[in-house]
């Protein structure tokens, strides 16, 4: 008898390379979607993250400028002041209180060669002053308008008057103080009254670490000797860190570094601070160059002019 021929089912050679080729370009499609969408993703996410570092950075520096006392000084990446504009800092006294009543010492008043003083503060909750701290300075105002400026070493406070609402504060200085105040010039009887403010010198200044250049604030940026200011550059527990991607480009457009943001404008009284602020996402960067020619979607650079508390 003749055996029965059976074919099992299945898809011969050219319908499966036609799957297969549907398959291939199905595949492709998706890829390149995929491909897209991440490389949107990481553009999106630096320019937001460098958008938020030029606001975080902004943002602070104006917020200190509207508390500021007298004019503001450039400094280089050593943090010293320079006269070289841009810089790549700026430092300046921010107003922690006033007034302060300072005491009488009678019988005209403080000698060039004192090194302490005492002055009352109000500890009414609605109009008090805050207690100085170490490493705070003193201004008081002469009637020639000249400014005596000493940094406070040592605070002592006195017990608070329930009754008056007042509290006195005797402070030892750095140094001498360097200039006779006379309660008697010009003269009154009683003797005319002298307030002192007190003031607390900060700085935001750019600093290289690890191949970036890092924003940084420093909310007390005059140390007492034996500490120098050499000393609280790299000191993490000295200063905040606004944001760790300034651009590290030399020349942008023919303009000036970014590592060097700052300018001051004192003409005038007006007291203005300029800053140019360019930060990029490095490693955003580093992931789109290989990937497309416009990778400098990653940089953001911001122009501002801001002006202190006293413009």
């Known amino acids: 008898m003749p055996q ?3 074919r099992g089912k299945g898809f011969s050679l050219p319908e499966l390379l036609v799957a297969l080729t549907m398959l291939s370009v199905a595949g492709a ?23 938020l570092s030029v606001r975080r950075g902004l943002d602070r520096l104006t917020n200190e400028l509207q508390r500021t006392v007298g004019p503001a000084d450039l400094l280089d990446a050593d943090g010293a002041v320079t006269a070289l ?7 300046f006294d921010r107003l922690v209180g006033d007034p302060y009543v300072l005491n009488y010492p009678a019988p ?19 109009s008090s002053s805050p207690l100085p701290q170490v490493g705070d300075a003193i201004l008081i ?26 509290q006195s504060i005797t402070v030892t200085l750095v140094a001498p103080l360097g200039t006779a105040i006379d309660w008697r010039n010009p003269v009154q009887n009683p003797p005319q009254e002298k307030t002192v403010r007190i003031v607390r010198r900060e700085a935001f200044l750019v600093q290289p670490n690890n191949g970036r250049n890092e924003l940084r604030f420093y909310g007390n940026f005059e140390p007492i000797a034996p500490a120098t200011v050499a000393s609280i550059l790299n000191d993490p527990t000295r200063y905040v860190l606004l944001t760790d991607e300034v651009n590290t480009a030399t020349m942008i457009n023919n303009s000036p570094s970014d590592a060097t943001p700052f300018s001051v404008d004192n003409s005038t009284g007006t007291r203005l601070v300029n800053v140019t602020l360019g930060t990029e996402a490095p490693d955003y960067t580093n992931s789109l160059k290989d990937k497309e020619a416009i990778g400098s979607n990653t940089f953001v650079r911001v122009r501002a002019t801001l002006s202190s508390r006293l413009h």
Do not use: C, E, M, W
């Not at 504009?85 to 430092?91: E, I, K, L, M, N």
């Not at 005209?108 to 609605?126: E, N």
């Not at 105002?141 to 007042?166: K, Y």
């Open 4 to 6: 029965a021929q059976h």
């Open 141 to 166: 105002d002469l009637p020639s308008g000249a400014t005596v400026r000493a940094q406070i070493a040592t605070v002592v406070p006195g017990v608070v008057n329930g009754g008056t609402q007042r």
């Open 108 to 126: 005209s008043g403080l000698q060039s060669t004192d090194t302490s003083l005492t002055f009352v503060r109000s500890t009414d909750p609605l």
């Open 85 to 91: 504009s841009p810089a790549a800092g700026v430092q």
């Open 29 to 51: 499609l998706v890829t390149s979607y995929l491909s897209g969408q991440t490389l949107l993703f990481a553009k999106n996410t630096a320019l937001n993250q460098t958008h």
